[in-house]
């Protein structure tokens, strides 16, 4: 977890103020012992957790991928090849909605909007250096034109049966 207890804070401001404007039917789900705190869902969601990623096509319709998903400091993070279609889906719109779900145990999902990391953006460094050292390689050296994203979150929720 490398989470400060500031971004600990900040996530778990998301997640009741996601909550509390969730519609009542997710209400009635997601709550009690199910409805996950933010320490839980971090405690949860250490290395690579396969995320279903959906982005918007140019006709505004929805598609769905999966992608390699590391949370880091309360944000997701996931790369793509330039030439794959939710690369050109996310230059022309950002917007993504995000879910890890493992059966009826552990399920999060999160709405955001997917901003591209650079050399210039400050987690850049931490970023690529913990992709490093989950698969060895740099990921930016996985081909000639490697994007990596940051889900920048609006709206985030977790249930589950942890502990």
Same mark, same amino acid.
């Given at each position: 977890?490398?989470?400060?207890? =500031?971004?600990? %804070? /900040? ?5 009741? @103020?996601?909550? !509390?404007? *969730?519609?009542? #039917? ?54 793509? =090849?330039?030439? %794959? /279609? ?5 230059? @022309?719109?950002? !917007?993504? *909605?995000?879910? #890890? ?63």
């Amino acid at each position: 977890m490398r989470e400060t207890a =500031d971004e600990v %804070a /900040a996530m778990q401001a998301l997640m009741d @103020a996601s909550y !509390a404007r *969730s519609t009542s #039917h997710l209400r009635e789900i997601v709550s009690g012992p199910r409805r996950l705190t933010a320490e839980q869902v971090l405690a949860e969601l250490v290395g690579m957790k396969v995320l279903t990623l959906a982005t918007v096509t140019a006709a505004g319709e929805p598609r769905l991928s999966a992608v390699d998903g590391h949370l880091l400091h309360g944000s997701w993070t996931f790369g793509t =090849d330039g030439r %794959a /279609a939710k690369a050109t889906h996310l230059a @022309a719109r950002p !917007a993504v *909605s995000a879910a #890890h779900v493992d059966g009826e145990r552990l399920g999060v999902f999160c709405h955001g909007r997917a901003v591209r990391l650079t050399p210039a953006d400050p987690l850049w460094t931490e970023t690529i250096e913990h992709w490093t050292a989950h698969y060895g390689p740099d990921p930016t050296t996985w081909g000639a034109d490697v994007r990596m994203f940051r889900v920048e979150p609006t709206w985030l929720v977790g249930y589950g049966t942890v502990a």
